[in-house]
């Protein structure tokens, strides 16, 4: 999973709606807005890569002496694999 910036994202397809000329009206189909938008979504940069993140983390984890540590480590890659959603 990536998570992207919605922001950007929302910036790039507001563009399609604006004509290009001031006399233009037309309208697209909406299979070409939607495969449009796929295709933008596929474009969009990583903001935040989950998994690359949490092998970090473990990593981190792996090489500590402290079980403090470990211990806080193993609780926060436990909070970033929930998504802090669900009382995560």
């Known amino acids: 999973m990536r998570l992207i910036d919605a922001d950007l994202l929302k ?14 009206t037309e309208m697209i189909e909406v299979t070409d807005a939607l495969v449009s938008t796929m295709m933008e979504i596929d474009e969009q940069p990583t903001a935040f890569d989950v998994d690359r993140v949490l092998g970090k983390m473990h990593s981190e984890m792996m090489n500590s002496a402290s079980s403090e540590f470990d211990y806080a480590m193993y609780r926060a890659i436990e909070i970033v694999k929930g998504g802090g959603v669900d009382g995560n």
């Open 11 to 24: 910036e790039r397809i507001a563009k399609w709606l604006k004509p290009s000329k001031p006399d233009e």
